[in-house]
Nanobody, 119 residues
Framework: QVQLVESGGGLVQAGGSLTLSCEAS????????MGWHRQAPGKERELVAT??????INYADSVKGRFRISRDNAKTVYLQMNSLRPDDTAVYYC??????????????WGQGTQVTVSS
């Protein structure tokens, strides 16, 4: 079983910045990709950004130029959020996909961290 723990959420004024972090633990043999999704009230959960094992990065159009995804090892991922807007308010979830040490695949989600951007 792979566990994900997010941190860094909170309340910030519009135009401000926050950085989220996510650390994976457990029997991880190989990570394929990690990323962030978010869900705002009344909306479907949407992809925000992903980074794969080869370094390839994808961003949602709504966050391009404002958010940056990065990693410092195969099991930790960050989301630096700049120029935050009220419509960025959502619960942000970390996701990780890969292969476990016991020979199975995993697709794990964190508990989510609340980001609230005030006007």
């Amino acid at each position: 079983q792979v566990q994900l723990v997010e941190s860094g959420g909170g309340l910030v004024q519009a135009g401000g910045s926050l950085t989220l972090s996510c650390e994976a633990s457990g029997s991880i043999l190989r990570m394929v990709a990690m990323g962030w999704h978010r869900q705002a009230p009344g909306k479907e959960r949407e992809l925000v950004a992903t980074i794969n094992a080869g370094g390839g990065i994808n961003y949602a159009d709504s966050v391009k130029g404002r958010f940056r995804i990065s990693r410092d090892n195969a099991k930790t991922v960050y989301l630096q959020m700049n120029s935050l807007r009220p419509d960025d308010t959502a619960v942000y979830y970390c996701n990780a996909r890969g292969y476990s040490a016991i020979g199975s695949t995993f697709d794990s989600w964190g508990q989510g961290t609340q980001v609230t951007v005030s006007s």
